[in-house]
Each structure stands twice: as structure tokens, then as C-alpha cells.
Nanobody, 123 residues
Framework: QVQLVESGGGLVQAGGSLRLSCAARSPIFRDSNMAWFRQAPGKEREFVAAITWNNAITRYRKSVEGRFTISRDNAKDTIYLQMNSLEYEDTAVYFC????????????????WGQGTQVAVSS
């Protein structure tokens, strides 16, 4: 069983910044591609960003490119999402996800999920 615990959410004004963290309580973390997804009220969950197990590749949804940065610290079994220039449309519950199947599809197929952390951006 893989446990993923997100933190760092909160309320911020538009234009502000937040950094989300996701701590993995599992030895598979270092072999796993990791990602952030989000789900806004009344909407489907959507891909935000992904990073491969070896930090070699990152992917972002177009609307967050240049504003968000995903990173990981394998020594701490943790990934991060630095979110800058936040917009009202970024308001959502953000979820951390892990995939240790070695897939090249970075936007889907994640097996393990955290409980989420709420991000609210006031306009």
C-alpha cells in the first residue's frame, strides 16, 4: 500500500504563490513517476503536472506552463508543486498521484492517490 500525504494548500490572493508538498510513505516512491492533478467544484479531475522517477522529464498542462513548477526530492520521498502567479481558475482540490508501472503516459494511469489539499484563489 502506498500512502501519499499532501500539504501546503490554503487561501491566497490572485497573483500570489503557494507551494504544495506530497510526502510518500512507500519504498516504491523512488521508482515512481509522480504527478499533480486538480479538481474544481463541479468539474472533472484534470492533469496539472508530472515528473519522472529520475527527474529527467516534466510535463505541464498548457494553462499552468510558466507559472507552476513540479520537482521532487528522492532523499525525502517528497514531490512539490511551486505555484506562482495564481489565478482564480486555479482554485481546486489538488491531488498527488504515483505510477510505478513505467508508463510513458504521464497524464493518466496513476495507481495511487492522496486525499488532496484545497487551494483557493481569491480574485
Amino acid at each position: 500500500q502506498v500512502q501519499l500525504v499532501e500539504s501546503g494548500g490554503g487561501l491566497v490572493q490572485a497573483g500570489g504563490s503557494l507551494r504544495l508538498s506530497c510526502a510518500a510513505r512507500s519504498p516504491i516512491f523512488r521508482d515512481s513517476n509522480m504527478a499533480w492533478f486538480r479538481q474544481a467544484p463541479g468539474k472533472e479531475r484534470e492533469f496539472v503536472a508530472a515528473i519522472t522517477w529520475n527527474n529527467a522529464i516534466t510535463r505541464y498542462r498548457k494553462s499552468v506552463e510558466g507559472r507552476f513548477t513540479i520537482s521532487r526530492d528522492n532523499a525525502k520521498d517528497t514531490i512539490y508543486l511551486q505555484m506562482n502567479s495564481l489565478e482564480y481558475e486555479d482554485t481546486a482540490v489538488y491531488f498527488c498521484a504515483a505510477n510505478n508501472l513505467g508508463s510513458d503516459d504521464y497524464e493518466s494511469g496513476y495507481q495511487f492517490w492522496g486525499q488532496g489539499t484545497q487551494v483557493a484563489v481569491s480574485s
